[in-house]
């Protein structure tokens, strides 16, 4: 079939919008509260709220606090409902590490659900206590959660769904942009109006996949950071690339002379291109960002993306490039079909032309 791959990309766009909205989150903790500093020899009772539970109290439900290798479980708990548990604990004299602060990660599990943490959830503070307690260990007796769920991320919670629709687009808008360079390339050694043709069209779709990558940040900003436009480094150069290939427009604006046109703005897509990379890709790595990728971060490692979610998370970016793709090239032709109106509107008007009148 001659437009499979056409096929392919609505298929692929199709399954990662439902998939995307429709899959669950796996079971998390919103929040763990306690009344007091705790020190070692301390009882301490947590008050967990979970998220997408499902505790009953006719069910084994768990507690742990986990630090590394060391966890202690809880002696009691008692089930208030289906996302709120009350885990006591008794805690050892002695913290098993040489700190004298430590974070621990509350982890509850159940048969239902699995298990679900917060990490960094009880502050233990060494202090000077003879009372003994429980003792540590180094296994948790745990339940594997759901096959088919997207990870809880604390604070993401439900917006990491736009994983699958915030970042294949600049996926999409990158690649677009290099077939863009290839063209330009292609047009500056061949001086072929086709190359420059397609360029523009691929540098169109490429600029609306980011703008459309740039609206779907401010919304996710606006959940997590409290705000759609912080000035975050990562948001300022992305804006910034933006503007640069908005310029491509305005500099194909300026001039009437058709290769002069085709031939400053193919110079200027490398360049621009090139700008983009080092703006998006690199600067944000040295910088102070709250966005993943700061830091050397690439921002999909296994913190970011689990196995499930990559099963959504990979084809949305094929199915998004391919669409782009398809859209760019249906632009090309309509330019090309232009092209060739207007170079046959021109040569009959000079063929019409009087003799006289050169």
Same mark, same amino acid.
């Given at each position: 079939? +001659? ?27 919103? *929040?763990? %509260? ?10 301490? @009772?947590? =008050?967990?709220?979970?998220?997408? /539970? ?21 002696? *009691? ?20 590490? =040489? +700190?004298?602060?430590?974070? !621990? ?19 233990? /503070?060494?202090? =000077? ?13 745990? %339940?594997?959660? $759901?096959?088919?769920?997207? $990870? ?15 970042? $294949? ?8 942009? !290099? ?9 500056? /050694? ?43 480094? +990562? ?21 009437? =002379? ?79 079909? +232009? ?17 006289? @009148?050169?």
């Amino acid at each position: 079939m +001659k437009h499979w791959w056409k096929v392919l990309a609505s298929g692929l766009i199709a399954y990662s919008i439902i998939a995307g909205m429709l899959v669950p989150l796996s079971p998390g903790i919103l *929040r763990v %509260h306690y009344d007091r500093a705790v020190s070692p020899g301390d009882e301490l @009772s947590l =008050d967990i709220v979970g998220y997408n /539970t499902h505790w009953t109290p006719d069910q084994t439900v768990s507690a742990y606090l986990r630090h590394e290798e060391q966890a202690l479980k809880a002696y *009691r708990i008692k089930v208030f409902d289906q996302d709120s548990v009350r885990a006591f604990f008794d805690l050892p004299a002695e913290l098993p590490f =040489d +700190k004298a602060s430590v974070l !621990f990660t509350a982890v509850v599990d159940s048969e239902s659900d699995g298990f679900a943490i917060l990490p960094d959830a009880v502050a233990v /503070t060494l202090a =000077d206590s003879t009372r003994g307690g429980q003792k540590w260990s180094s296994e948790m007796d745990l %339940h594997q959660r $759901p096959l088919m769920t997207f $990870p809880y991320r604390s604070i993401l919670e439900e917006t990491i769904r736009n994983t699958y629709y915030h970042v $294949p687009m600049w996926f999409a808008m990158t690649l677009l942009f !290099f077939v863009s360079v290839v063209l330009s390339i292609l047009y500056l /050694t061949s001086n072929k109006v086709k190359y420059d043709l397609a360029s523009q069209s691929f540098i169109e779709i490429g600029v609306i996949y980011g703008l459309l990558g740039l609206i779907t940040g401010m919304l996710w900003a606006t959940y997590t950071w409290g705000e759609p436009w912080s000035w975050d480094v +990562k948001q300022t150069v992305s804006a910034l690339a933006l503007l640069i290939y908005l310029a491509y427009f305005v500099l194909r604006g300026a001039f009437d =002379d058709a290769d002069m046109k085709a031939r400053l703005s193919s110079v200027y897509s490398i360049f621009a291109f090139a700008a983009m990379i080092a703006l998006i890709f690199v600067v944000p790595r040295y910088a102070q960002s709250l966005h993943p990728g700061a830091g050397g971060n690439t921002g999909l490692g296994s913190e970011d993306l689990d196995n499930t979610m990559r099963m959504v998370f990979y084809p949305a970016i094929i199915g998004w490039i391919l669409f782009g793709t398809w859209i760019a090239l249906l632009l090309y032709r309509i330019r090309k079909i +232009k092209n060739k109106f207007l170079i046959d509107e021109q040569a009959k008007a000079t063929k019409d032309r009087p003799l006289d @009148s050169f």
